[in-house]
């Protein structure tokens, strides 16, 4: 079956730009995370949707990241006014999003973000 | 303030023998430990996980074990096998369920033939 897809796969803008990366879960998901991987760190947790809304946002660096996952698959995360700090991997992973049980999160390839 | 510590970043074994992955932990809410594999240009892949509540996991060539009075825990992988060569992720979660998962840095493991 497909697994967690995100697009794009690269993505280099310069300073100041706005971009948008996607994140396509695994069908039937309904637990979706965000995380973001600098150089020779671990990924780091950003935010987590279970269904619409945002569970926990509390790895959001600032108020220039924002994320929607308005039907409840899909999710945008948006990043205004970039900065060369941005600059990483951004992971998407998804998860039944089950309770009572280990819930494995199944990650996707990441996009490469580079600001110029 | 790193609460999962993977303290070293690199680690050789040579094919057929034993791979030893060690992570420490700081937190004691912690209560489920996994490890992810990771290629490069690919996204981390789930290997093994454990609960708090046990202290020996395992899964064909792979085992965790964890030491909770000692917030540490370590992958074996025995034999290695050269495709067992790739960075290596310890993650914790506070809950059992849905939850963030908080990553080591990783451990690079290269196995030679």
């Known amino acids: 079956g497909a697994g967690v897809s995100q697009t794009p796969s690269n993505k280099v803008t310069e300073k100041g730009k706005y971009v948008e990366l996607r994140c396509d879960p695994i069908s039937g998901h309904t637990a979706l995370y965000w995380y973001r991987q600098s150089l020779g760190q671990g990924p780091e947790f950003l935010i987590y949707f279970q269904g619409t809304g945002a569970a926990d946002d509390s790895g959001l660096p600032n108020d220039r990241f924002f994320a929607v996952r308005p039907e409840g698959s899909v999710s945008t995360l948006k990043i205004q006014r970039t900065e060369r700090g941005d600059s990483a991997v951004y992971l998407c992973?998804?998860?039944?999003?089950?309770?009572?049980?280990?819930?494995?999160?199944?990650f996707g390839p990441g996009t490469r973000l580079t600001v110029l | 303030d790193q609460q999962v510590k993977q303290n070293s970043p690199s680690l050789s074994v040579q094919e057929g023998r034993i791979s030893i992955l060690n992570c420490d932990y700081t937190n004691s809410m912690f209560d489920y430990f996994l490890w992810y594999k990771k290629y490069p240009a690919e996204g981390p892949t789930f290997l093994i996980s454990?609960?708090?509540?046990?202290d020996k996991n395992e899964d064909g060539r792979f085992t965790v074990f964890l030491n909770k009075s000692a917030k540490h825990l370590s992958l074996h992988i025995v034999p290695s096998q050269p495709g067992d060569s790739a960075v290596y992720f310890c993650a914790a979660s506070k809950a059992y369920n849905t939850d963030k998962l908080i990553f080591g840095t990783g451990t690079r493991l290269q196995v030679f033939p």
């Open positions: 992973a998804s998860s039944e999003g089950k309770t009572g049980g280990l819930d494995t999160q199944y």
């Open positions: 454990i609960s708090s509540i046990k």
